[in-house]
């Protein structure tokens, strides 16, 4: 069992900036993938981003590329979402996820295995 802590949500203005953390306990000794996904109220959850174990390889939905950067340090246990330029429509819930086999691809939902709580992320105009 793994367990999922995010934290550094909160209210910024457009143009701003915050780092997203979340923190693994449980079993993370395996060699798992971890993303970022999003859900503002009315929607669906939607990828943000995702990193393999080693982080040699990323992936961006293409309304964050250039603008978000995941990163993760295995010896802390934590992965890590850098968001830059941050825009309203970047305002939602943000859940980091675990998938120990990544069989569906980075970006789908249902190819993860443990969940978060979310942390709240708002920006203002």
């Known amino acids: 069992q793994v367990e999922l802590v995010e934290s550094g949500g909160g209210l910024v203005q457009a143009g701003g900036s915050l780092r997203l953390s979340c923190a693994a306990s449980?079993?993370?000794?395996?060699?798992?993938?971890m993303g970022w996904f999003r859900q503002a109220p009315g929607k669906e959850r939607e990828f943000v981003a995702a990193i393999s174990w080693s982080g040699d390889r990323t992936n961006y939905a293409d309304s964050v590329k250039g603008r978000f950067t995941i990163s993760r340090d295995n010896a802390k246990n934590t992965v890590y979402l850098q968001m830059d330029s941050l825009k309203p429509e970047d305002t939602a819930v943000y859940y980091c996820?675990?998938?120990?086999?990544?069989?569906?691809?980075?970006?789908?939902?249902?190819?993860?295995?443990?969940w978060g709580q979310g942390t709240q992320v708002t920006v203002s105009s």
């Open positions: 996820a675990v998938s120990l086999s990544l069989l569906r691809g980075p970006s789908e939902v249902h190819g993860y295995d443990y």
């Open positions: 449980g079993r993370t000794f395996g060699r798992y993938a």
